[in-house]
């Protein structure tokens, strides 16, 4: 009887051994999912924040040409001299 119960031992010690191994290896797998998506976030981020401001500058530019013409219309109303 014994033998048996080392033998019984051996196989719970060998099913806990591949139930622990099984674990860390799912383990590693979501570890390496969340750093691939962290990578990603950082990436996206970066590349959102390049885009915005390259918007942000096309939208400067465009509100200063809409403010130049909106002095140029309102010199021209106050003359109408200028379009005779």
Do not use: Y
């Amino acid at each position: 009887m014994a033998k048996t119960g080392g033998i019984t031992n051996a196989v719970n010690v060998g099913i806990a051994v591949q139930a622990d191994w099984e674990n860390r290896e799912f383990i590693s797998h979501i570890s390496l999912n969340i750093r691939r998506l962290f990578d990603f976030l950082v990436q996206f981020e970066a590349t959102t924040k390049s885009k915005l401001a390259t918007l942000n500058e096309k939208l400067d530019t465009l509100e200063r040409h809409l403010e130049l013409i909106e002095v140029q219309v309102s010199t021209a109303s106050a003359n109408p001299s200028v379009f005779k």
